[in-house]
């Protein structure tokens, strides 16, 4: 009876106000059943369907109350830190790495500093070999669950260990981040989600290995309760990690979101991707709408004639996508797609780490300071800080101590400082550390070949810088014709170039204009090398050859041609 008093002609805000008194006497359990009776309450079923939504993102949050309440009365970040590396260290004494760096005498961070060395992968190659081949205690006194896959740009793939701590460390960020964004915006737990999905494509990994290698869903950093909460909130076809073909995975993924109205968060790491999904629509609407019933079919089509995507979902509160660095001009073009949607940068986080997650109200990206312990390298004094003596407006090199076994791990990730408040530190993503092309000496920075292609005001789609030989190729998409000659001077400011080319070690740049889709072809491209779909970024500079082989388009020839 309560049900039938509040559903029966009550606005969204109203059932909000309703909420608790029912809430308390009202099977939440039940209400599924309720929701998919077309008999019971037939002009209020979609209602209903809310009313089941908010109950169980209510009863999702809740798990998440206690995280969210410890970050936001934190103060002391230095004692925070030093007893995460206490407890890293404590855990981890017996093992083969412990042993060899005395973890069981290390008392403080100055201790810890002292007696471990900075580490980059391959320090760990020898660890990961007797991993691999069913040996424990080597990194973690935990047993080793599983290798993920890293999913840099260079072709050489890296095993990261992963355990059921690791996994928690990571929870402690997404936790107080989906806390806050709910508690900001409310009307989000009245519809669904949707987080993009990895296609598992043809992935046949190379090394043998009694731990199992592959990529780590998203969902799998949830909780177990949380994983059966999940498939009532969230939309996904069935079945769809499992997709090799991307031309199915592309026709399943949307088949299913356009036929579903109530979306209120996209979930997608790089911004690109959803561009991409909003193409293959265009491109194949007749083969999605075939999928979908008589009205839905229609009202879409109109959408899709018009261009008016936003409107297939017009609860769509929220996108929550990258915005750092090289996705700054796609986040762009899905500002203008969708124009009434609030855009949501995420935090950093890398396939080695939980780095920091978007403070909702600040609207900013906050160190997560207690998923791991964090150390930061200065780029200018070379020195290293903890989270507690870092200053704003300043570049660092992060270096992280994880639950997985990487200790003092120089991440290779460039931060910036952007704010303090409470004494917790804002960072923003810059760029990776090495990402510089090297041939000759000419020492080629991914951050000054962007600066060169900020100076050209026409539009330019995509770009992406790549060696070849003894030259470099600027592939291009763009809406005007560019100079060599120009391009050229430009690049021959930089010393190390302009004294390679002296030297004859280096050829004139080339341009190479693409008339294809960059993006897709790039991203296709990215997963041949087994890096995951979720975390491919597009890249301003790759230190890999042969792209001319791979996007669709032509050479330039030079003016003396």
Known sequence: KQVRRVIVGVSEANLLASLPK???????LSLRNLASN??????????????YLYIVHSIFLLLYKKEYKRYISSK???????NKLKEILENNKGTLYGKKYNFDKIKTIQDFQKEVPLTKYEDYLPYIEKIKTGEEHILTHEKVKMFELTSGSTSASKLIPYTDTLKKEFQSGIKVWLYSLYKKYPSLKFGKSYWSITPKIDFQPKEKSVIPIGFEEDSEYFGRFEKYLIDSIFVNPKDIKNEKDMDRFY??????????????????WSPSLLLLLIEYLEKNSEKI????????????????ETKEYYKIWKNLRLVSCWGDSNSTEYLKKI??????????????????GFISFPDTEENLSKLSIYSHFFE??????????????????????????????????????IIEVISIKNKFPYIKFIERRGAVSDLFGEKLEESFLKNIMQTYKQKVDFYMFAPSKNHYILFIKTDKKISIEDLESKLRKNFHYDYCRKLGQLKEIKLFILTGNPEKEYIEACQNKNQKLGNIKMTALSKESGWENIFTGYFQESEDE
Request: charged share 30%.
């Open 289 to 304: 709408l075939k999928t979908l019933n008589k009205k839905r079919r229609e009202e879409v089509r109109k959408y899709i």
């Open 376 to 413: 930061f390298l200065s780029l200018d004094d070379n020195k290293i800080y903890n989270a507690s003596e870092i200053e704003i407006n300043k570049r660092y090199e992060l270096i992280i101590t994880t639950s997985g076994g990487l200790y003092r791990y120089c991440i290779g990730d």
């Open 38 to 51: 077309e008999l019971f309450f037939r002009e209020r079923k979609v209602m209903l369907s809310k009313l």
């Open 251 to 268: 026709l399943k993924t949307l088949s299913t979101l356009v036929a579903e109205k109530n979306i209120r968060l996209f979930s997608f």
């Open 76 to 82: 002391n970040i230095l004692e925070i830190q030093e």
């Open 22 to 28: 029912l809430q308390r006497n009202v099977n939440f």
């Open 335 to 352: 500002k203008k797609i969708f124009p009434n949607t609030i855009i949501q940068e995420k935090g950093l986080l890398a396939t080695e």
